[in-house]
């Protein structure tokens, strides 16, 4: 058996005339941070209610741990925790209630829920009612619903929905350190991009129905090397001068770009050849390519990013 614990072949899924997922083939290796990306309406909520059996798939097939989750449901989504969209509760229930029900079905003891509460930052609001919770809260108590147990799956859809900025930095430190302290692998979805990129290990990009890339960050980003910028009079001129070493360089409006990788004795030896040559050069800074550029970049800058 390999060590995909996602693994997805060939699969779709057509609503009317949208194709939301087309012939997708997913892997997420075991212990990863993956980050599901892209645009509101890409398909990943399809993609993730396809993954959860909550919908089935019109074509391909899905394995979790090694198992088709249609041919064996149960053995597939024993040990998956999830957070799909805005959680449901009982409003008219406590927090602790709320997740007393949820061991219960689940045949957990009651001290699984203290610790639950207590890794999602909601002890202290455990005797409230649901009712009276923020849209952050509510969130909250879903995650805690969603690692009961221990799952060593977590499938999150948007896990920062409604969270203020000190509930978003801890999402991202449980996330981030889900692999480690649970020994779980995490998929999570999102079409924030740069929350992605400060917990993620590993990516795949979704637009349309359709995956553009999947892979290690690491890699993604070998792909897209980012470039130098260079700050300085008279930019045509010296475009003309650079490309006779630097063939793809672009003129900006102040300056130049060159795609690429420079080290510090590179950069030197362009700012000394065109200072020499009588430019005033006022900066020099290296490009670092941010998940969303290569997003725009993959998508032709069609990709709605919010």
Request: with cysteine; proline share 5%; aromatic share 4%.
């Amino acid at each position: 058996m390999n060590d995909w614990v996602i693994e997805t072949e060939g699969v779709s899924r057509r609503f009317g005339s949208i194709q939301a997922v087309d012939s997708l083939d997913l892997h997420v290796p075991k212990g990863a941070v993956a980050g599901f990306l892209g645009p509101n309406g890409a398909g990943k909520t399809t993609t993730i209610r396809m993954l959860l059996g909550l919908i089935r798939p019109q074509g391909g097939a899905i394995r979790l741990g090694g198992h088709d989750i249609h041919r064996a449901r149960r053995k597939a989504l024993t040990g998956v925790g999830s957070l799909v969209e805005t959680p449901a509760h009982y409003p008219h229930l406590t927090g602790a209630e709320n997740l007393d029900i949820a061991c219960h079905m689940a045949g957990l003891p009651r001290r699984e829920r203290d610790r639950v509460l207590d890794l999602v930052g909601l002890a202290g609001a455990a005797t409230r009612r649901v009712k009276g919770y923020s849209l952050g809260m509510r969130q909250r108590l879903g995650l805690a619903r969603a690692l009961l147990g221990n799952p060593k799956l977590l499938i999150l859809d948007e896990p920062t929905n409604g969270l203020d900025p000190s509930g978003i930095h801890e999402m991202r430190t449980l996330i981030r350190e889900a692999p480690e302290r649970f020994g779980a692998t995490v998929l999570v979805s999102s079409h924030l991009l740069g929350e992605i990129e400060q917990t993620a290990n590993h990516v795949a990009l979704m637009h349309r129905g359709k995956l553009l890339f999947q892979d290690t960050i690491a890699a993604l980003m070998d792909a897209h090397p980012g470039g130098l910028t260079i700050r300085l009079d008279r930019p045509a001129e010296a475009l003309t001068r650079v490309r006779t070493t630097h063939a793809d360089a672009a003129k900006l409006d102040d300056g130049i770009r060159l795609p690429g990788r420079f080290s510090a004795a590179e950069r030197a030896a362009i700012n000394r050849d065109l200072v020499e040559a009588g430019f005033a050069v006022s900066d020099l800074t290296l490009v670092k390519p941010s998940l969303e550029s290569i997003f725009l970049e993959r998508t032709g800058g069609t990709g709605d990013l919010q």
